[in-house]
């Protein structure tokens, strides 16, 4: 019987697996991605990729806000 998840569908290549009649049991040595994360990686890649606060340069400054804007959503997440 298999495993009904409401988390499975976010995840493309399990999906992917699925179709072909397999399942991805070797989360050691690579994680699936979901595809708000594959997404928002193509975006930053797209863009322009930068280090954060330490670039002097439009997409250095983009970069460091939204690092900034994902460390106070993970402290409200966590209750920090």
């Given at each position: 019987m298999p495993l009904l998840s409401p988390w499975r569908a976010d995840f493309p290549a399990i999906a992917a697996?699925?179709?072909q009649g397999q399942t991805y049991l070797d989360n050691?040595?690579?994680t699936q991605k979901p595809q708000t994360l594959i997404d928002a990686l193509t975006h930053y890649?797209?863009?322009g990729a930068a280090n954060v606060?330490?670039?002097q340069?439009?997409?250095g400054a983009h970069a460091t806000q939204a690092f900034e804007a994902s460390r106070i959503k993970a402290a409200h997440w966590l209750n920090a």
């Open positions: 697996l699925q179709r050691a040595a690579t890649y797209t863009n606060h330490r670039a340069h439009l997409p």
